[in-house]
């Protein structure tokens, strides 16, 4: 049965920012999820300062309802962070992650991949299933990467146990406790199971979680299923030095290359982060087809460093931008993470022969927020620009704030990009469906949801019997076992 037709009448359209020119006065109608026509209308019929453009794609996120430093976990470098989030208050994964997405589509994000922090090894078909509820609830395209991971879990440990450099290992039980660890096979059959609940607005990839975490079967096996079902594989990728140096001790041939030989890289591939990434492997990725997720704020807040964006550019590889759960202020505003991504474009190799040349870095950073960033989540959709007979994903912005004076239209991406932030965000539209209104989410009691969510975490706190300050002990350990090189100590 077809579904009702929706218009909306917008003072201006750009179908893809930086990329061609301003439509003035245009009703743009959709019906089943596609864009049905878009025509001139009267200035009478339109919404002063009300301009639509593609819904954006938020390319590597965690769904985090709950952001880390609201239950007392300081940023610092990710070997440490990762360390304190065994403090981090379990919630319900339905209501985290759906206070996440709705947060997310008030930014203007129509579209993200969640790479789920699993609260209990056991549970994780429960609490990705509930995800899945979540997602349907808010409506934004959601993709699941299930995470298949194992290995390593206090460091990336070589053949010198992380155990011995302990002093007193009988003081810290964590050491000798035994977890839970799903094995492969657990890992595919729960793919295969979520992947019933697969729609328009919901998508299942295959989520190692990165290599210094997942064994070389796990690798290999995910890289055959990926080939013979098309299913997607995201992964975090030399986020910092350290991942680096023991990767280069781990695998000697490189492990660009070994991802290579077992055919793992393809289009179907998105690293997050490749902060640490080489000339030469952004070349071989880039001949792969890969696509990667910059993910600027978290590099800064983890100290991880900062994506080689320069070289990126230069050898041409597909980039999109992520909040990895850690923008700036903690607001999921990727209209800021896109401007931070262009000011690192602009810095890293200035002048005019730099892609921080606004005419290369407005289109480019458009094109990752719409275009780019989006196959990442649904794969090739022909999405992420607005044209009769594409997805109905777009957000609609008041350009009151940001525009107070008439400008050239050629100016206007540039000026957008430099001043936009999501309390410019109207409306988001997501396969015809409108999910936000006036600014607020329509698809789900967002502020009582937040408010039970809040009451959690703030009872969890109040009972816990662990906090930031217990970690800093084990902390110690952790910089011990780095900074004497025992990451790459005997691969």
């Known amino acids: 049965m077809s579904s009702p037709r929706a218009s909306w009448a917008v003072e201006r359209l750009l179908p893809l920012p930086g990329h061609g020119p301003v ?16 025509v001139p209308t009267t200035g009478e019929n339109v919404q002063a300062g009300s301009l639509a453009m593609p819904a954006f794609a938020n390319a590597h996120d965690h769904g985090r309802g709950l952001p880390t430093l609201s239950c007392g976990i300081p940023d610092g470098p990710l070997e440490l962070w990762v360390s304190r989030l065994g403090v981090e208050p379990h919630t319900l994964s339905f209501l985290n992650t759906a206070c996440a997405f709705a947060r997310m ?57 992380f155990r011995d450099i302990f002093d007193c290992p009988d003081q810290f039980p964590a050491l000798s406790a035994s977890r839970y660890r799903r094995s492969l096979q657990e890992g595919l059959d729960i793919t295969d199971a979520l992947a019933e609940l697969e729609s328009e607005t919901f998508h299942v990839q295959y989520g190692p979680v990165g290599p210094q975490w997942t064994d070389r079967a796990t690798l290999e096996a995910i890289s055959a299923r990926s080939a013979s079902t098309g299913r997607r594989v995201h992964m975090h990728f030399f986020e910092t030095r350290l991942q680096q140096e023991w990767a280069d001790a781990t695998f000697p041939e490189g492990i660009v290359n070994y991802f290579d030989r077992i055919g793992l890289l393809s289009p179907r591939l998105t690293l997050a982060h490749g902060v640490w990434l080489r000339p030469d492997e952004i070349e071989l990725l880039t001949a792969r087809g890969v696509l990667l997720s910059c993910n600027i704020s978290s590099n800064m807040r983890l100290a991880s460093g900062l994506p080689p964006i320069s070289t990126i550019i230069d050898k041409n590889m597909k980039f999109g931008i992520g909040l990895d759960g850690m923008s700036l202020e903690d607001d999921d505003d990727i209209l800021r993470e896109a401007r931070l991504l262009r000011g690192l474009m602009q810095t890293t190799q200035p002048g005019i022969l730099g892609p921080g040349d606004s005419r290369i870095s407005t289109p480019l950073c458009f094109n990752a927020l719409m275009r780019t960033g989006r196959e990442s989540i649904t794969g090739p959709d022909n999405g992420g620009l607005l044209e009769e007979g594409r997805p109905a994903d777009m957000v609609i912005v008041n350009t009151d704030r940001v525009l107070p004076y008439e400008i050239p239209d050629a100016i206007l991406p540039e000026l957008l990009l430099t001043r936009l932030t999501r309390r410019d965000v109207r409306t988001l539209v997501v396969n015809g469906n409108t999910i936000v209104d006036n600014g607020k989410c329509q698809t789900i009691p967002q502020e009582d949801m937040e408010k039970e969510l809040h009451d959690i975490v703030q009872r969890a706190l109040k009972q816990a019997t662990a906090s ?24």
């Not at 439509?23 to 878009?38: F, K, P, Y």
């Not at 930031?468 to 691969?491: C, F, K, M």
């Open 23 to 38: 439509l003035r006065n245009q009703t743009l109608s959709a019906r089943d999820g596609v864009i049905e026509g878009i």
């Open 105 to 161: 589509a008030q930014s203007g994000i129509g579209a993200a991949v969640h790479c789920h922090n699993t609260q209990n090894g056991r549970t994780l078909l429960q609490e990705a299933q509930a995800v899945a509820k979540a997602a349907k609830a808010v409506g934004i395209r959601i993709a699941f990467a299930v995470p298949f991971a194992g290995e390593n879990p206090f460091v990336y440990e070589s053949s010198a146990p």
């Open 468 to 491: 930031y300050a217990d970690t800093v002990p084990w902390e110690e350990h952790i910089r011990r076992y780095y900074s004497d090189s025992l990451h790459t100590n005997g691969q």
